[in-house]
């Protein structure tokens, strides 16, 4: 690659590093595991960058990628796990000092496929239509993960979606 | 980041994703060295994939003759499918030094077992959206897409119970559960998802760790590489436990590593 397109991708990677690592956190949960996410992330749009010199394009590849990642990942860990369609029953305690723990916890519980939606609508602010393109999913699929997702995470918080709502 | 409208779900998610990332975020690690050794490998890898397609369509193209011998493949054919011209092997960039010359080696392993062993109706091996996930090229035209499975090791000596089984009132996803054991005494069961059309063969090794191989749902090439996701042909049953069952590639699956990424 040309040292002027090494240059422009030096400028992307530390423009979007910080929202990746962000929405890449949100999914998972974890610095580390975020960081190493974004990273393989990165990877594949820096092999793909001859191709992407346009930053706004170079972005949503890299949301893209980002999430498909994840879900990939999941799947595979998943495959040869027996699923379980209900979100667990006991409720997550959200109190003062432990809120931001305890609604990470929360997140962590929702189904990974149904979070990533979340996070893709409602973080990423990305319309129906633009996570059924990310997630290679029906516009239905996603609205159905969407409010799924949404109950599961109503579910586990119980009583303080109130607060959190009205925050 | 903008959110729309006054709908109380879309706050108390937003309320959420922002609650969890109020903390001050760790320092940004140094991370593009790594970014572009593993972009350059995974730009060889791409072309090495390329190549693979060139070599199932070669009988059409009527090229086999010149890539049947080793080293006696036209330049341009070379280059195209990565051969190294001094010994006829795939050629590799050099290595990152964070566990991609592992991750190639492990998916080099898996896609040679893989070709050297696919049951009939099956004419190649394409890499897939992973190191460990991989298209099996049908004979007529559409893919397979498989990926290996791990799983938390579990007691040497024990089984699983069926998928086929509820457990603690959990809803079932599989059908047709049948329990084998292979030559080196591991024992699995084989089945049928019903979540979607797939088919699943999951081991446990005498010394308790988990393989296997299942298939999925879309066959996704690999990122960058260009292509749409296709829909993935699900494996007959016998076909799967022929192709996990034999040695060379029940040795390969077994090798995966628990953390290896799909």
Redesign the interface.
Known sequence: MSPERERLF?QF?AAR??AL??TA??LC?D?HLA?DL???T????????PRLRDPDTAGGYART?LV??FV??R???S????????PPETAATVTDPD??LA??A??ARVTPGYRAV??L?????QSVEECAAIL?RSSGAVRSDAHRG?AQ??TI?GDS?HE??G? | ????GDD??????????R?????P??E??V??A???A???R??AR?RLAIGAGVLVAAPVLAFGAALAVPGAAAPWLRDLVGLDPADGRPSTAQPSGYGMDQLDALQARLQAALAAHLPAGYTGVLAG??P??FRLVRADGGFTAV?????NPVTPGSSEPS?CES?DG?????SDCVLRTLSDGSTGWLYRST?YSGT?F?LVTPQGR?A?L?T?P?A?PP??AGGE?QESKAMAPADLEALVSNPEVLAALKAVPLDA??
């Open positions: 030096e990677a590093y910080g690592r962000r956190y949100l949960g610095w960081e974004v990273q393989s990165l990877i594949k749009v820096y092999a793909r960058w990628t498909r990642t990939d990942g799947r595979r860990r495959a040869g796990e027996v699923a379980s369609a209900e809120r931001r609604l990470l929360a997140l979340l996070v609508r409602y973080w990423e602010d290679n949404l995470l109503r918080l979606v959190i709502a925050a | 980041m903008t959110h729309r109380p779900d879309r706050r108390m998610a937003a309320e959420v994703f609650a969890v990332l109020e903390r975020e760790p940004q690690p991370v593009l790594a970014v572009r593993g972009g350059r995974l730009r791409r959206g992973g460990t996930t990926a290996t499975i791990t799983g998928p457990k959990k809803p079932v996803y599989a979540s699943q999951t988990i296997g299942g999925m879309t996704v990122q960058g996701p990424p799909g």
